[in-house]
């Protein structure tokens, strides 16, 4: 074989190999769009200001996609079951993209439901945040006398991220 084919033959399968790890690489890796912390922290503090407006005692979770707590807010005489319920309806809301008022429609009927899966709580009170519609948290109340106030309240902190 003269040196130009080995050259060409060469490049080839450089050039080969090289898209190789360029598409291996691209599968590999993703960027993810993630609620900051200041977003989280707002978000929150005005759900705490919705609530508190009206003397609700209440506490606010905020998780991160994987159900990881971000912030918790509670507020002044919350009880000590609210910080559960609110982080709790947090991980349901981001989990299913979905307010958990309109999951707990989802979980009726015999046998096996989504309320089986651990760590979810489906009563009024979580909303998810979604970037470009992916859910990248979720934002749980826990403390007001009805789901139906406690999801107002999530809401609210919601729209202080639009």
């Given at each position: ?27 590999t890796t993703r960027t ?30 905020v998780v991160d996609r ?9 507020g002044d005489g919350a ?84």
């Amino acid at each position: 074989m003269d040196l130009k084919k080995i050259a060409i033959a060469t490049l080839v399968v450089l050039s080969i190999g090289g898209g190789y790890a360029a598409a291996d690489q691209h599968t590999t890796t993703r960027t993810e769009k993630v609620l900051t912390i200041d977003a989280a922290i707002k978000a929150a503090q005005a759900t705490l200001d919705a609530a508190e407006k009206e003397n609700q005692r209440v506490t606010v979770a905020v998780v991160d996609r994987s159900g990881d707590v971000v912030v918790l807010l509670a507020g002044d005489g919350a009880g000590p079951q609210t910080e559960e319920s609110a982080r709790r309806k947090a991980f349901t809301a981001v989990s299913f993209n979905a307010p958990t008022s309109e999951l707990a429609g989802r979980v009726t009927g015999q046998g096996a439901t989504l309320r089986d899966i651990p760590g979810t709580l489906f009563l009024g009170g979580g909303v998810p945040v979604a970037i470009d519609g992916t859910s990248v948290a979720g934002i749980g109340v826990g403390g007001a006398p009805s789901g139906d106030l406690d999801e107002k309240y999530a809401k609210a902190g919601l729209a202080t991220l639009k």
